[in-house]
């Protein structure tokens, strides 16, 4: 098959959409299919972005001006406008594909203006799991004469589902997030952030933009007291961008339990989740599945986790992680001590989630993407060859 994928965000940033469309692509590849990349970027349109301008992203065509735009306790970087429409045409046009696979086609970015210029199946994924959204519902008769132009709605969680399901109307079939599972599963430990197992205090380990309030930092920061009480010596390795400035608030003996790595590569991602003696998400909301916490399971780290719907469903209702009670920190404190000084059942619980994680290698997640396509490639053919009613002669479409 030739399939054209569309990101709504701008891959120069790291997020789960673009990290998701990227190892979509690379996996996709693998099977043996024909597969491009449009995603937001670049001043000089489709022709800028040729193969040797993005090293190690073939097929990837840049769309247009970057536009940064709050959405969901979020920055997200978009495209829009149109000369960006423009170029969607001209990719679409140009890439003879036997269907287009858009993210987020609710988000004003790349994926609605390819969802409304396709002339070909177009197969659509939801990411986000929004509790409520006035601007959603507002939306919705702008929204309906694309969205009724899609052949297959997928979520990657039962809350992204949920989403569609009560915003837009219709259902999805619910294929998650992918994760290269032996990537991390192979990860050598850094010894800069080895704790228990090199005989030092613990090491913990938090992932996400330090300026954005629902990934929760400032709960995890509040609990370092009794962190610091129960584990003498312990480390908090913050990895992601922002200048986190609320830290510098922080009291001294407490600010000095954080090292903060500013962004990593996903290599070095790989690295600190093999490193850590627990993985810490203290995420307040806004999360549809939790990425992350099947990173950090494959890579052997055990996972601390609030208890929001997506990270439940995720660990298990607790069984593969520790939960603990949303922007709790004493709550947050105690998850980890039980944790740190319960190692038989944290053994136990990352050896399920070891086992558990492998639902979700790329391996599985093609396969059914792959299934969901020659579905709505069978469905297309069997429209094409049957007869045109003597009632839509004329009118169809």
């Given at each position: 098959m030739r399939i054209g994928v569309v990101c709504p965000y701008a891959l120069d940033v790291p997020g789960g959409v673009q990290l998701h469309v990227r190892d979509q692509a690379r996996e996709l590849r693998r099977l043996g299919h024909e597969v491009g990349v449009l995603a937001p970027g670049g001043e000089r349109g489709p022709a800028a972005s040729r193969d040797d301008d993005e090293p190690g992203e073939p097929g990837l065509e840049l769309a247009g001006r970057?536009?940064?735009?709050?959405?969901?306790?979020?920055?997200a970087r978009l495209s829009f406008g149109?000369?960006?429409?423009?170029?969607?045409?001209?990719?679409?046009?140009?890439?003879?594909?036997?269907?287009?696979?858009?993210?987020?086609?609710?988000s004003p970015s790349l994926g609605l203006l390819a969802l409304l210029a396709a002339e070909v199946p177009v197969v659509a994924t939801f990411h986000s799991a929004l509790e409520r959204s006035r601007a959603m519902r507002a939306a919705q008769p702008l929204l309906r004469p694309g969205f009724e132009r899609i052949s297959a709605r997928v979520a990657v969680s039962e809350d992204a589902r949920r989403t569609v399901v009560e915003h837009l109307g219709g259902d999805a079939v619910v294929v998650p997030n992918g994760v290269r599972v032996d990537d991390f599963a192979g990860a050598a430990p850094d010894p800069r952030w080895l704790g228990a197992r090199a005989g030092r205090p613990p090491v913990l380990g938090f992932l996400g933009r330090l300026d954005e309030p629902r990934k929760g930092l400032a709960v995890l920061a509040a609990a370092l007291?009794?962190?610091?009480a129960a584990h003498p010596g312990v480390?908090?390795?913050?990895?992601?961008?922002?200048?986190?400035?609320?830290?510098?608030?922080?009291?001294?003996?407490?600010?000095?339990?954080?090292?903060?790595?500013?962004?990593?590569?996903?290599?070095?991602?790989?690295?600190?989740?093999?490193?850590?003696?627990?993985?810490?998400?203290p995420q307040t909301g806004g999360e549809s599945f939790g990425i992350v916490l099947v990173e950090a399971m494959a890579a052997g780290a055990p996972v601390v986790a609030s208890a929001l719907p997506a990270f439940r469903r995720v660990l298990g209702q607790g069984e593969l992680g520790t939960l603990f009670?949303?922007?709790?920190?004493?709550?947050?404190?105690?998850?980890?001590?039980?944790?740190?000084?319960?190692?038989?059942?944290?053994?136990?619980?990352?050896?399920?989630?070891?086992?558990?994680?492998?639902?979700?290698?790329?391996?599985?997640?093609?396969?059914?993407?792959?299934?969901?396509?020659?579905?709505?490639l069978r469905g297309s053919r069997a429209e094409a060859r049957a007869p045109v009613p003597p009632t839509r002669r004329g009118g169809w479409r």
């Open positions: 970057v536009v940064a735009v709050p959405f969901n306790g979020s920055v149109p000369v960006t429409a423009a170029r969607v045409r001209r990719w679409l046009a140009g890439g003879r594909w036997d269907l287009v696979h858009v993210h987020e086609p609710a007291p009794r962190l610091r480390r908090v390795l913050v990895a992601g961008s922002g200048d986190g400035g609320a830290l510098r608030r922080l009291p001294a003996e407490d600010a000095a339990a954080l090292e903060l790595l500013g962004p990593v590569s996903e290599e070095g991602k790989r690295s600190l989740l093999a490193s850590v003696d627990a993985y810490v998400a009670a949303v922007g709790d920190a004493d709550a947050l404190a105690a998850a980890v001590a039980g944790v740190l000084d319960d190692p038989a059942a944290t053994a136990a619980r990352r050896a399920a989630a070891a086992a558990a994680v492998r639902r979700y290698d790329w391996a599985v997640v093609a396969d059914e993407l792959v299934a969901v396509y020659e579905t709505v």
